[in-house]
Protein backbone atom coordinates (compact mmCIF):
# COMPACT_ATOMS: atom_id res chain seq x y z
CA UNK A 1 0.00 0.00 0.00
CA UNK A 2 1.57 2.66 -1.38
CA UNK A 3 1.41 6.84 -1.06
CA UNK A 4 3.94 8.98 -2.84
CA UNK A 5 4.27 12.94 -1.63
CA UNK A 6 5.44 15.28 -3.87
CA UNK A 7 6.19 18.92 -3.83
CA UNK A 8 8.43 20.28 -1.10
CA UNK A 9 11.68 22.60 -1.34
CA UNK A 10 13.05 25.62 -0.19
CA UNK A 11 11.58 28.00 -0.28
CA UNK A 12 11.27 32.07 1.21
CA UNK A 13 9.20 33.10 4.49
CA UNK A 14 6.08 34.28 2.66
CA UNK A 15 6.11 31.99 -0.41
CA UNK A 16 3.89 29.38 -1.36
CA UNK A 17 4.20 25.47 -1.88
CA UNK A 18 1.88 23.06 -3.31
CA UNK A 19 2.70 19.23 -2.13
CA UNK A 20 0.52 16.39 -3.73
CA UNK A 21 0.14 12.98 -2.17
CA UNK A 22 -0.92 10.17 -5.04
CA UNK A 23 -1.56 6.82 -4.62
CA UNK A 24 -0.16 3.62 -5.89
CA UNK A 25 -2.02 1.60 -8.53
CA UNK A 26 -3.39 -1.12 -6.31
CA UNK A 27 -5.74 1.81 -4.33
CA UNK A 28 -8.85 1.43 -5.00
CA UNK A 29 -10.32 3.84 -2.27
CA UNK A 30 -9.47 6.28 0.60
CA UNK A 31 -11.77 7.14 3.61
CA UNK A 32 -9.78 9.99 5.53
CA UNK A 33 -6.42 11.46 4.08
CA UNK A 34 -4.03 14.03 5.27
CA UNK A 35 -0.75 15.54 5.87
CA UNK A 36 1.14 15.86 9.10
CA UNK A 37 4.73 17.55 9.74
CA UNK A 38 7.84 16.49 11.88
CA UNK A 39 10.13 18.90 12.28
CA UNK A 40 13.58 18.21 13.41
CA UNK A 41 13.82 17.44 17.22
CA UNK A 42 10.03 17.64 17.66
CA UNK A 43 7.25 15.12 17.31
CA UNK A 44 5.00 14.43 14.55
CA UNK A 45 1.65 16.95 14.32
CA UNK A 46 -1.54 17.08 12.16
CA UNK A 47 -0.97 19.63 9.73
CA UNK A 48 -4.59 19.20 8.25
CA UNK A 49 -7.55 16.40 7.07
CA UNK A 50 -10.16 15.92 4.89
CA UNK A 51 -12.99 13.51 4.30
CA UNK A 52 -14.02 11.64 1.22
CA UNK A 53 -17.15 13.33 1.72
CA UNK A 54 -14.95 16.42 1.64
CA UNK A 55 -15.17 17.83 5.61
CA UNK A 56 -11.71 19.17 6.47
CA UNK A 57 -9.75 20.11 9.69
CA UNK A 58 -6.68 22.23 10.00
CA UNK A 59 -4.37 23.08 12.73
CA UNK A 60 -4.15 26.35 14.24
CA UNK A 61 -0.94 26.89 13.16
CA UNK A 62 -1.90 27.13 9.62
CA UNK A 63 -5.39 27.72 9.69
CA UNK A 64 -6.11 30.72 6.99
CA UNK A 65 -2.68 29.46 5.20
CA UNK A 66 -2.86 25.96 4.04
CA UNK A 67 -5.63 24.74 2.46
CA UNK A 68 -5.97 20.69 2.03
CA UNK A 69 -8.16 19.52 -0.50
CA UNK A 70 -8.39 16.22 -2.85
CA UNK A 71 -9.69 13.89 -5.74
CA UNK A 72 -11.83 10.99 -4.86
CA UNK A 73 -11.04 9.63 -8.53
CA UNK A 74 -7.12 9.85 -8.95
CA UNK A 75 -7.17 9.08 -4.80
CA UNK A 76 -4.86 12.20 -4.42
CA UNK A 77 -4.97 14.88 -1.75
CA UNK A 78 -3.60 18.36 -2.09
CA UNK A 79 -1.83 21.01 0.21
CA UNK A 80 -1.57 24.46 -0.61
CA UNK A 81 0.86 26.15 1.33
CA UNK A 82 0.85 30.33 1.16
CA UNK A 83 2.14 32.80 3.22
CA UNK A 84 5.10 29.86 4.92
CA UNK A 85 7.27 30.78 7.73
CA UNK A 86 10.75 29.75 8.60
CA UNK A 87 8.53 27.46 11.58
CA UNK A 88 6.62 25.96 8.63
CA UNK A 89 9.94 23.89 7.83
CA UNK A 90 9.78 20.08 8.29
CA UNK A 91 9.30 17.21 6.69
CA UNK A 92 5.59 16.46 5.49
CA UNK A 93 4.06 13.27 4.70
CA UNK A 94 0.61 11.63 3.89
CA UNK A 95 -1.42 9.82 5.17
CA UNK A 96 -4.22 7.54 4.35
CA UNK A 97 -6.89 5.87 6.92
CA UNK A 98 -9.41 3.00 5.33
CA UNK A 99 -7.52 2.05 2.35
CA UNK A 100 -9.54 -0.30 0.40
CA UNK A 101 -6.33 -2.29 -2.07
CA UNK A 102 -5.83 -4.89 -4.17
CA UNK A 103 -3.52 -6.98 -2.42
CA UNK A 104 -0.94 -9.59 -4.28
CA UNK A 105 -3.12 -11.89 -5.07
CA UNK A 106 -5.38 -9.51 -6.71
CA UNK A 107 -8.19 -9.50 -3.83
CA UNK A 108 -9.62 -6.12 -2.08
CA UNK A 109 -8.22 -5.78 1.30
CA UNK A 110 -8.17 -3.12 3.31
CA UNK A 111 -6.04 -1.54 5.60
CA UNK A 112 -6.02 0.98 8.72
CA UNK A 113 -3.47 3.08 7.69
CA UNK A 114 -0.97 3.99 4.69
CA UNK A 115 2.06 6.90 4.44
CA UNK A 116 3.91 8.37 2.37
CA UNK A 117 7.24 8.35 2.30
CA UNK A 118 7.41 12.48 3.14
CA UNK A 119 8.67 15.70 1.41
CA UNK A 120 10.95 18.03 2.67
CA UNK A 121 9.77 21.88 3.04
CA UNK A 122 12.46 24.09 4.38
CA UNK A 123 11.02 28.15 4.43
CA UNK A 124 13.79 30.32 5.08
CA UNK A 125 13.70 33.78 6.67
Known amino acids: VQLQASGGGLVQAGGSLRLTCTAG????????MGWYRQAPGKEREMVAT???????STADSVKGRFTISRDNAKNTVYLQMNSLKPEDTAVYHC????????????????????WGQGTLVTVSS
Open 50 to 56: ITSGGYT
Open 25 to 32: RSIISIDD
Open 95 to 114: NGENVLYYNYDNRPVTARYA
